[in-house]
């Protein structure tokens, strides 16, 4: 068999984290359906989507490091049978019960996918391109993020909620065949050279547990923006649901479109001072989410969040970057497993301390003023700032340790 091309290799890469990403923002606009289909409750229709997030965040790890041990080009296929196999079960789920297993199949299926895709890249680029191909998975990502609620309305307005989980496996069937013919499935991954694998020992590293730090925190910060957003913009702004949805795309769609570029700078000028620049434009965006005057309305939301946005695709694709690049290429799956699931916890951290400050600031949302609910969103970003600096001050110390290290080294 030939050597997969780069393009091949990097197309099948890419679909796959799209899938991952459209697998969770495509069900979130079915839930209003499934309550009417199945004659449930709100909180009983959630665990469609809490299975999966919840699939993904037990195993992620592990599927990473089974991957250093049995060859990460065939775990990412059998991930992608697997996700696409549960796919078409959801679809045709005849009970709640029943979607909601096969939504945690799904689930795992996606894990394995994201843990693959982010390992297979220093396989499939060199290290000098590390950056913009970490770009375009960032980008992919957000790109599912931003097209699911889209699609997903159009899917149930003309096919039922079913729909929501049957396109997803053409796509997968696609994303399997490119990933046959471009990946190396022919031969095994190097297997561990080392007695052991501690994770203990891994975390000593300061790049890496500085890289899982601050993604944690910097995604709890992004899950503000998806979570306290709509109720700002709904209750607080005045929007109805119909430009609050076109509103809360704006950030996917920015952060989808920097991708590529802010790979390109990675490349360019280091993941450290790219890593910081990031860092620094989204402690703009939030001190200017925690300081713009309420009476700007949705344009005093939109600037700001464009500003958040495209600093957090720099710090992705650099954080990424400098993570992944130098991992011993037994350890690339485990240590993408670790990405991953410090991505996932700050998305749960979000979605759960920073709501609550918003709740606890704004009072009842049935009853409070718009005044009361632009306090919450200010003050929800004011804590939100805090985290960025914390971030600030992860990567400088982690830099000054480097550099300490080489000086050592050198004498």
């Known amino acids: 068999m030939k050597s997969p091309t780069p393009r091949g290799a990097l197309a099948a890469l890419s679909l796959s984290m799209l899938l991952a990403s459209l697998g969770t923002s495509i ?27 919840l699939a993904i965040t037990a195993v992620i790890v592990s599927v990473g490091r089974l991957g250093d041990l049995m060859g990460r080009s065939r775990l990412l296929l059998t991930g992608l049978l697997l996700f696409t196999a549960a796919s078409a079960l959801c679809g045709m789920a005849p009970s709640l019960g029943l979607l909601i297993a096969a939504r945690a199949l799904q689930g795992l299926g996606a894990a394995i996918m994201m843990a693959m895709t982010m390992a297979l890249v220093g396989e499939t680029v060199a290290k000098e391109r590390t950056g913009r191909a970490m770009g375009l998975l960032g980008s992919m990502s957000a790109m599912g993020t931003a097209l699911g609620p889209s699609i ?31 990946l190396r499935v022919d031969r095994r991954e190097q297997q561990p050279t080392s007695s052991g694998f501690s994770f203990l020992s891994t975390l000593r590293d300061s790049t890496l547990s500085a890289g899982l730090v601050m993604s944690a925190l910097v995604s709890a910060v992004m899950m503000a923006t998806l979570v ?6 709904t209750h607080g702004a005045g929007l109805d649901p119909a430009w609050m949805g076109l509103t809360m795309a704006v950030g996917p769609c920015v952060s989808a479109l920097m991708g590529v570029p802010a790979g390109r700078l990675t490349d360019r000028f280091g993941s450290g001072p790219m890593t910081i620049a990031g ?16 009476n700007l309305g949705i344009a005093g939301y939109i600037g700001p969040l464009i500003i958040l946005t495209l600093g957090y695709a720099q710090f992705q694709a650099a954080n990424n970057t400098a993570v992944m690049s130098d991992v011993l290429a037994d350890r690339r799956g485990a240590v993408a497993g670790l990405l991953n699931l410090s ?8 979605a759960s301390a920073l709501s609550a400050v918003f709740a606890q600031v704004s009072g009842d949302l049935a009853t409070a003023s718009p005044a009361d609910v632009g306090s919450g969103m200010q003050t929800t970003f004011s804590v939100a700032s805090v985290l960025i600096i914390a971030s600030l001050l ?3 110390f982690a830099l000054c340790d480097q550099g300490r290290k080489h000086s050592v080294f050198k004498n």
């Open 394 to 396: 992860v990567v400088v």
């Open 152 to 182: 997903g309305g159009v899917l149930i307005a003309g096919f039922g909620w079913r729909a929501l989980f049957c396109i997803t496996v053409p796509l997968g069937l696609l994303t399997f065949a490119l990933a046959r013919r471009y």
């Open 279 to 294: 860092l620094l434009a989204m402690l703009v965006g939030c001190l200017l989410l925690s300081l713009t005057p309420l």
């Open 343 to 350: 991505r996932n916890l700050g998305l749960i951290a979000g």
């Open 27 to 53: 069900a979130n606009v079915g839930l209003p359906s499934l309550v009417q289909a199945f004659d449930a409750s709100f909180q009983a229709v959630q665990w469609v989507v809490l299975a999966y997030l």
């Open 228 to 233: 306290v957003g709509p109720f700002y913009l």
